[in-house]
């Protein structure tokens, strides 16, 4: 437990601080609720501190956050919407003037509003919820869209590059170090012989067929507040990977956390399978919101996206494996391995599906609702 009283007065809370209490699931940083008084109303913050080991510069990551956020809430706020500071994060100043703090043990901090009446799920339990989260990612590229001055920062460098993950995943073969090259053939024989998909976005990208924009990079559906009541999407939180990208990152990361019929681990790979009545109902809210600024290219390759994050995960879980599991915790010997396995199960289920998923993105791309930007 962190001395969140003494964060409290790093900021300009314009309130009193009453208490405080670990808060949310996250395994990265630190987060606290807490409770102000401010003329006799009980109101509630979210501080939390960035882990500095895995985000080697706050400071630049804190800029893109800032910048950001206050671009989607003046793009809301023109539109008069109605509950602009509930649909986006807002960044509480520092008492300096910073859209952060450092404590006295050097630790960056952070503050922002709670968003009442909404929560996020780490299970996603419906198609309608899976729909809603989809939209708000959706409206957060959408508000982003314009964001003009300088490129954003890249918080995590080539963090969704799946050709140099694959080269990752090469160097590891060649040394592997952990002496469990001979155990996993079939594993690597998978991934490599699909590196042409790795390429192909990166590919489209270099060529200027798919625009660079900015992007949250870590969508899994937990990221999303939905409303207690409505279920309607309502922000988009954890902007720590928010930086420049591809939507197809972020489109296909759904893909992958919302739509297997099993967990990530699975060792029955039998039971691995995809819902595309889930896949539909990403692709129906997302493209309701995000269907304004796409080109055809990134339209056309929302299917594929699926199966391109899915193999980049599942090669990642690979690499970790052959270096002797030194990234992602485990919890039993041959973890990662069963990660992988599952992740590539997925993407054999994606291949003997991927006709039928571009049916259904043309299907609503191609609906009346849906207006595609040239």
Known sequence: MHDVRHVSALFDMRADFVDAQPYGSGHINDTYCAW??????????????????IFKNPVALMENIERVTSHSLSRLMDVNHPEARRRTLTVVPAVDGKPYAMDRDGNYWRTYPFIERARGYDEIRSNLQAEQAAKAFGEFQKLAADLGGARLHETIPNFHHTPKRLEALEQAIEADIAGRARSCK?????????????????????????????????TKLNNVLLDD????????????TTMPGSVLYDFGDMVR???PTTREDEVDLALVGI???????????????????????????????GKLLTLECGIRFLTDYLQGDVYFKTKRPGHNMDRCRSQFAMVKAIEENLDQM????????GSTKIVVAA
């Open 36 to 53: 102000y008084d401010q003329a006799g109303l009980r109101i509630r913050y979210i501080h939390q501190r960035i882990n500095h080991n």
């Open 186 to 218: 079939a594993e690597i024989e998978f991934a490599l012989a699909r590196a042409n998909d790795c390429r192909r976005v990166t590919d489209l990208i270099t060529a200027g067929v798919i625009p660079e924009r900015v992007t949250h990079n870590d």
């Open 229 to 240: 009541v409505t279920s309607e999407g309502v922000c988009v939180i954890d902007l720590d």
């Open 257 to 259: 956390t919302a739509t």
């Open 275 to 305: 819902r595309l009545d889930r896949f539909d109902a990403l692709v129906r809210g997302y493209l309701d919101s995000a269907s304004s600024f796409l080109n055809r290219a990134e339209i056309d390759h929302l299917a594929f996206s």
């Open 358 to 365: 571009e049916e259904m993105v043309q299907a609503t791309a």
